[in-house]
Every structure is written in C-alpha cells, then in structure tokens.
C-alpha cells in the first residue's frame, strides 16, 4: 500500500448519500487490491459546523464550504458528487473542466438539458484521460452483477419480459416532513428520479436492452407536508409550517425495449410494508431470473430447459469466491449488506479512473436513464400517451456494460 499512488478526493455534501460514500473509499483499499490508495481529503458542506462534524464522523482529513474551493486545489483529483440534483451540473462541468475525475449520485441532474451537458463535458474530459461515472451503486451488489451474467451468457434464452419496481414506505406517514427529496427545485422529481432511475437503469444493465418507448403515469397522494426544521437520514424533523409536494409520490410505466423485451416498472415511496425493494423479474425463452434487494444476498433462477418434473426457482446464495466482488470478502455463505454496493462502486471507479479506461456508468448512460424519466413524465402529463426516450434529448446515448470483477 504505501508504495501506491494516492488518489486525493473531495465530497461535495454529507448527508444518507455522503455516509454511504464515505464507508465506500473507506473500506474500498481494505479489501481490494486498488491501483492507488484513495485519500479522503475533503469534505465540503455550505454550514462549517456540521461539515466538520460530518468530516470527523466519516474520516475527511479537512472541510470546505465552497465546493469551488475543492475544484480549484492542485491537490485534488476527484470530485465526488452527493449533494441533491440541483447542483450536479455546475459542479461537474466545473470539476471536468479542471481535471478531476468525477463520481456523481444519481439520477445525474434535473433535466435532460442538464445531463446533456454533462455527458458532452465528460466526453471532452476522456479525450485527456479524465473521467465521469454515475452511481447507479445497485449494479454492485453482487447477485445483481451475476443476474447480468447469468443473462449475457444465455441462461434466460431470448429475454421477453422484464417486472422492475423500487418499493419504499417512508412518506406513508402525511407528518414526514418536506426534504429536499420532496421538492421539484432541488430533486428534479420524486420516486420516479430517486428510486425509479435505479430501477430503470438495472433493468437496462440486467437485459442489455434500453428502453426506447414508454407509457406512464404519476402519481402524488399527500399535497402538502410540514416543512422540515433539521434533516437527518431520508427526511428529519417537521417544523409547524406547511408546504406543497411538488414531485410525485408514485410513478408507474410501462416500456419496451430496443431488444424486443417489454417491461413495467413502478416506483413508489409510499408502498406501505416495503422497506427498500427493489425487485427485477426477467422472464426469457429457457428461464427466468429474480431479484429482490431486501434479499440482496441471493438469486432466483429458473432453468426451464431442466426435466419438467424438477423446475422450480432456486435460491442461489450469490456468496460464493466465483461470484462477482466475492472473493474479496468473507468465508462462503457470510453475507453482505447495503453498503458493499459503495465498496465495489469505489472500486470500480478506482480501477477505472487510474488505469485509464471508462469506468461505467459513464454520465451518457445517465443522461440516457434521464432521457428515460423525461419521457415518463411527458407521458404523464399527456394523459399516458406512448413517448419514445430518444425525442427529448437528440442523439441517443448507449448504456455501456460493466465488466464484473469475475470477468477481468
Ligand atoms: C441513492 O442511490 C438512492 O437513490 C437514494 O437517493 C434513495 O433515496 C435511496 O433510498 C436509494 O438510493
């Protein structure tokens, strides 16, 4: 390790997204043999206080308020991107521009017009060997990254249908107060940006197939919320005073893909019971597979090529050395959580950026996912009329795949 090279980052933000981050470069060169050791060098937040209280938390060696300032240091090479959407585009284009490698959350800006510029931006910084990547962290969890395997290698035969829906619970309760994921200005949209991309875009990188029509509706149950007095995790405490919901509660579409699949997707944060599931059926020719994020240790397989008395769904326990990412981690069977995702996210971007290739999700597969939510919420708004992905944002961006860890 200490002959490695450091790969100095910057945070730009702190809150449930910085956390997870943060464990992800930290635990990152722990387990995996990186090219360059990550230095977790800056963390900036607009409230001095509570940026040095996060940077402490998580193991940030200093602060800044300004994320300017970050983008601005010689000593800096990666700007990673977890503050809400609003932002993500001057920060990106900005950092780009300087040199730095950026990692940015999900979904990758507000408008396609934004993540338009942001993928044009990325494009001209790999010409000079820097690069862009978009967290879609739920590629990494291992029975995902082996789901899109098991497709690629056939297993599934000819994919037909695809269920994809992202189920959370967290604003069944009308007193949960008005975060920022709440509100249209700072978030782009409700379910549909924050759980809906993820799940579009899994299906995307599960299939190998891009959606490139679809049909959709929103949904927003409760209008108004009180507004919030202090932030923590998802939402925070509620103040006395009210304020308007201006993002949907629920989204639901339908879609059909550019490999003949068709799909429904739903998301929803008032899915009462469901916690965070994140469920991907994809039913093919010779079988089928299925995934469930609060059973993110296994998957379910069907082999209908297998002798008619003996078909069923197995449960494969995606713990084993060959599977993607495993062998770094424990003894077969010792499962892994939600926050391995980040560690394997980290990784990829550090085996990407250092050893000069494209990490993926490149920022034109988010500004193809954004293209996706565009189309979705112009269909809403048109009463569900048909909307094809590629009309709002010109040339179609293609999704790239990543190559698991088992695969190298
Ligand atoms: C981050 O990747 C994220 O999409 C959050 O923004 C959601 O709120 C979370 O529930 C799933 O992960």
Redesign the pocket.
């Known amino acids: 390790m200490p002959n490695k090279p450091p790969l100095r980052i910057a945070m730009t933000g702190y809150g449930?997204?910085g956390a997870?981050h943060s464990q992800g470069w930290r635990v990152a060169p722990r387990f995996f043999d990186l090219p360059a050791e990550p230095e977790m060098t800056l963390l900036v937040g607009r409230n001095a206080e509570a940026a040095s209280a996060a940077a402490e938390k998580f193991g940030w060696a200093e602060t800044a308020t300004d994320w300017r300032d970050a983008v601005a240091r010689d000593d800096i090479d990666v700007i990673d991107i977890v503050t809400p959407g609003d932002s993500h585009v001057d920060i990106a284009i900005a950092a780009l521009e300087a040199g730095k490698h950026v990692l940015c959350?999900?979904p990758l800006a507000n408008s396609v017009e934004e993540a338009r510029a942001m993928a044009d931006a990325a494009a001209r910084a790999a010409e000079r060997g820097v690069y862009a990547m978009v967290?879609?962290?739920?590629r990494r969890v291992p029975a995902a990254t082996f789901a899109r395997d098991l497709v690629a290698s056939g297993a599934v035969g000819e994919v037909r249908q695809v269920r994809a829906m992202?189920l959370?619970d967290w604003l069944v309760d009308p007193e949960v107060p008005l975060a920022w994921?709440l509100q249209k200005h700072l978030a782009g949209s409700g379910a549909l940006g924050?759980?809906g991309?993820?799940a579009i875009d899994l299906a995307q990188f599960i299939t190998g197939q891009k959606l490139t029509s679809v049909s959709g509706m929103l949904e927003t149950f409760v209008k108004q919320r009180p507004k919030l007095a202090s932030s923590s995790g998802?939402a925070g405490t509620a103040s006395d005073e009210m304020g308007d919901v201006t993002v949907d509660d629920l989204a639901l579409f339908t879609g059909r893909f550019d490999g003949g699949a068709v799909g429904s997707f739903e998301a929803t944060r008032m899915s009462t019971g469901r916690k965070?599931a994140l469920r991907i059926e994809v039913a093919g020719s010779k079988g089928a597979i299925s995934f469930d994020l609060e059973d993110l240790n296994s998957l379910g397989f069907y082999d209908a090529t297998a002798p008619a008395g003996r078909q069923g769904f197995t449960k494969i326990m995606v713990t084993e050395p060959v599977h993607p990412y495993i062998e770094a981690w424990w003894p077969s069977g010792h499962t892994l959580g939600y926050e391995h995702g980040f560690t394997h996210q980290a990784r990829d971007f550090v085996v990407g950026v250092v050893g000069g290739t494209q990490p993926t999700p490149s920022f034109a597969d988010g500004l193809q996912v954004q293209q996706v939510l565009d189309a979705v919420e112009r269909s809403a708004e048109s009463g569900s009329a048909w909307i094809p992905t590629s009309e709002s944002a010109g040339s179609p961006a293609s999704v790239s795949s990543l190559v698991s860890p088992t695969k190298e």
């Open positions: 449930f997204m997870a959350e999900k967290g879609f962290t739920y992202y959370q994921r924050d759980i991309a993820h998802l965070n």
